[in-house]
Each structure stands twice: as C-alpha cells, then as structure tokens.
C-alpha cells in the first residue's frame, strides 16, 4: 500500500470514527444534546429527541458513505456539520470569561477535527482529479 493510500485510509477511518461516535451518541439519545437542541431550536424535549434521532442516523449514514466510496458533497456536509457542531458548544455555554480553561471556546477548539478531517479529505480528493 503507498504512502498515499495510508494518508487516504486513515482520514477516511478518523472521519468515519467520528461521525459514527457521534452518531450513536444522539441515536443513545445523549441529555446535554437534547437540551441544547431545546435551547437552539426552541422546542420542547421530546421534538429536540425525535430531531437528535434523525441526525444521529444521518451521522451513520455519512460514516457509512465515508467508509464504502466518499463523496466530496458528502465531505463537505460533513466539515460544514463538524464545524457547526463544534461551535454548538460555545453557544450554548457561558462565554464570558473566553480565557478561562473551562472556556466553552476551549471545547470548540478541541474539536477542530471534527471538520477538518472531511475538508482534508475533500482536497484530497478534489485535487486528485
């Protein structure tokens, strides 16, 4: 196997990873997730459950695609929802004090994967091409 199928592989396994963690977590229903969709979206629990379920099968689903023959649109959805994902999180919290390490800037920040992994992929990808 080349280098560059190594390189292939393994952000196809990192993004795969994630999205079907993630996925599994919201199909399991994970409470600090349906409380933040109640707060974002402004629904109550049991729309914020249904709409946490629908997107942890999606998120499968893009693990699934990822795994068996990626597509770039897909990789793209896939950095646009890890991003948005990750900024969920400083949205939901307190950011008052963006210097503190209990920052929620500090969770987005951790999660830069989460979308940089698919756009990786997509360049890849793209510039094959």
Known sequence: MTNEKKFEWLLRIGVAG?????????????????KWISQMANVDTGVATTMLTVIGILDVIVAIIVLIKPVKPVLLWAAL?????????????????????????????????????????????KNKK
Not at 20 to 30: M, Q, S, W
């Open 18 to 34: 994630e999205f079907a963690g993630h996925g599994l977590l919201a199909i399991g229903h994970k409470a600090d997730w349906i």
């Open 81 to 125: 929802w890890g991003f948005w994902t990750a900024l969920v999180r400083p949205l939901v919290g307190n950011t008052a004090d963006i210097f503190s390490l209990s920052s929620p800037w500090l969770d987005f920040i951790e999660r830069f994967a989460n979308w940089a992994a698919p756009l990786a992929l997509y360049f890849f990808y």
